[in-house]
Structures are given as structure tokens and as C-alpha cells.
């Protein structure tokens, strides 16, 4: 935890402090990457996951036919499709890393908000 972290916890009630503890603890991988599949953009991501896994088996399968082909053109053929294979699975994991960031960010920023409602409905300034 961060000065500011305790700072912040200083300045909190009890209450909110223990209530704001539950939340302190990242949520596992699984959770968070299961979060992505949940969601408006749940079709988005389901259709990324349904053309990723053939998309892999195909680059594996491309992999392995460039390492055992002996003619250069076929071997060519079979990197191509294999290269193919590694970009879209590529952008497939930062199109999901850079959503699992955004959940994180939104998850911080409804923290604050509670914050904020909880610090006005005592009756606190907020600025």
C-alpha cells in the first residue's frame, strides 16, 4: 500500500474502511478474464475465443509442417499460414489484456464513486 493508499484509509471511517476492504483484493485471473466474457461486449469477446482455439490448433499444425517439410516452397506456405495463425492469437490476447485493464480501471473508479455517495450522504463536502 501507497502514502496515499493510507492517507486515504486515515481519513475513513471504520465502517467505510472495513466495507472498503472487501474490495481491496485484486480478483484472480480466471475471474477477471471470465469478467470479460460477461458483459455487453460478452458476443465480441465469445466470437474472438470460438475463431481463436481452430486458429491455434491451425498454427501448431502449420508449425509443425514447416519443421518437417524438405521443399522451400511448401515450407514458405506453411510459415505464412503459421505467422498468420501467431498475429491473430496475438492480437487476440492484447484485445482481451486491454479489456481485463479497462474492468480494472472501471472497478476503481465505482469504488470512488461509493466513496463520494457515502462521504455526501453524511453530509460531507465534497469538492
Known amino acids: 500500500m501507497t502514502k496515499l493508499d493510507e492517507a486515504i484509509n486515515e481519513t475513513l471511517s471504520k465502517e467505510d474502511a472495513e466495507f472498503l476492504a472487501r474490495f481491496d483484493a485484486e480478483p484472480a485471473f480466471s475471474q477477471q478474464m471470465f469478467g470479460v466474457l460477461r458483459g455487453p461486449m460478452a458476443w465480441v469477446y465469445w466470437l474472438f475465443l470460438i475463431f481463436a482455439v481452430p486458429l491455434g490448433v491451425l498454427g501448431v499444425y502449420g508449425g509443425w509442417k514447416f519443421a518437417v517439410e524438405s521443399d522451400l516452397t511448401t515450407m514458405i ?31 476503481e473508479l465505482k469504488r470512488v464513486e461509493l466513496q463520494v455517495a457515502r462521504a455526501q450522504a453524511r453530509g460531507g463536502d465534497v469538492v
Open 77 to 107: 506456405r506453411w510459415g505464412g499460414v503459421t505467422l498468420f495463425c501467431l498475429l491473430v492469437l496475438i492480437t487476440v490476447r492484447i484485445v482481451f489484456f486491454l479489456q481485463i485493464n479497462t474492468n480494472q480501471i472501471l472497478r
